[in-house]
Every structure is written in C-alpha cells, then in structure tokens.
C-alpha cells in the first residue's frame, strides 16, 4: 500500500513549465512501479508517465519530450518537470503505482491549468 499526496500545480501561460511532486508513503515505495496519471472532466483518466524501480521511464505520446519523471527512493518522492505546457494538458494531476486497479487508494491531485 502507497499513499500520496500532489502537489506542485497552478496556472500558468500557454509555453511555461511546472514541477510536480508526489509524497508518498509506505515502505514498499522502492519497489514500486510509481506513475504521474491526468484526468480532465467526462474523460478517463490517462498515464501521463511512469517510472520503474530501476528508474527506466515511459511516456504518453503528447508529453514525450516535454515533460520528466524522476524519483528519489530516500525522501519517497516522485516527480513531473513539465515544460513547454500547452492548453490540452490541463487536467488534474495524480500519482499511483503502476498498474493501477478499482483497489487502489487516489489522492486529491493538484491542478494544473495552461491558459493565456
């Protein structure tokens, strides 16, 4: 079991960039698959990015070369650098494990909105 809290989102202007962080807890952190998850009202929610126990990362075709994930298994932080942002990644930002399930606890997210 992972708990997390978001944080890090806000507005900002079409081109600027955000950084995302995620508190977790729980001592199985390290061995977790952890990964940054968006959802915007009326739509599922999507995997933003994901990064592996041995750090190895993945994308979703929209945010590839623009956004980074990244975490530090000593403060259980996972992190999203978000730059360049554009109008269609506003969303509310998650963090889970990797894969998710119905079982899986969510936090409140933090909002990010991209809007001139």
């Known amino acids: 079991q992972v708990q997390v809290v978001e944080s890090g989102g806000g507005l900002v202007q079409p081109g600027g960039s955000l950084r995302l962080s995620c508190e977790a807890s729980g001592s199985d952190f390290r061995f977790r698959i952890m990964g940054w998850y968006r959802q915007v009202p009326g739509k599922e929610r999507e995997l933003v990015a994901r990064?592996?126990?041995?750090?190895?990362?993945n994308y979703g075709d929209s945010v590839k070369g623009r956004f980074t994930i990244s975490r530090d298994n000593v403060k259980n932080t996972v992190y999203l650098q978000m730059n360049n942002l554009k109008p269609g990644d506003t969303a509310v930002y998650y963090c889970n494990t990797y894969p998710v399930s119905s079982s899986n606890y969510w936090g409140r997210g933090t909002q990010v909105t991209v809007s001139s």
């Open positions: 990064i592996t126990t041995g750090y190895t990362t």
